[in-house]
């Protein structure tokens, strides 16, 4: 690997931990508000998902367009 890919890898796993965080942030604050619904909890892990599928996709890209 090349000294941008590991630049690259370290701004990917950068953003996925402040994704991680934000999402358990906000997780943690809404169950100081209420209780979370079965489906509310659903959506949130779905939502963790799917920023965390963004966020690889994103980089992939990054990797992708640097490679050419």
């Given at each position: 690997?090349?000294?941008?890919?590991?630049?690259?890898?370290?701004?990917?796993?950068?953003?996925?931990?402040?994704?991680?965080?934000?999402?358990?942030?906000?997780h943690?604050?809404?169950?100081?508000?209420?209780?979370?619904?079965?489906?509310?909890?659903c959506?949130?892990?779905?939502?963790?998902?799917?920023?965390?599928?963004?966020?690889?996709a994103?980089?992939?890209?990054?990797?992708?367009?640097?490679?050419?």
């Amino acid at each position: 690997m090349s000294n941008s890919q590991y630049n690259d890898k370290d701004e990917q796993d950068e953003l996925q931990k402040y994704l991680e965080e934000k999402a358990n942030q906000a997780h943690e604050k809404e169950q100081e508000t209420e209780p979370l619904s079965a489906y509310e909890a659903c959506v949130l892990r779905e939502s963790a998902k799917i920023h965390e599928l963004i966020a690889k996709a994103q980089g992939e890209a990054l990797e992708n367009s640097k490679d050419e």
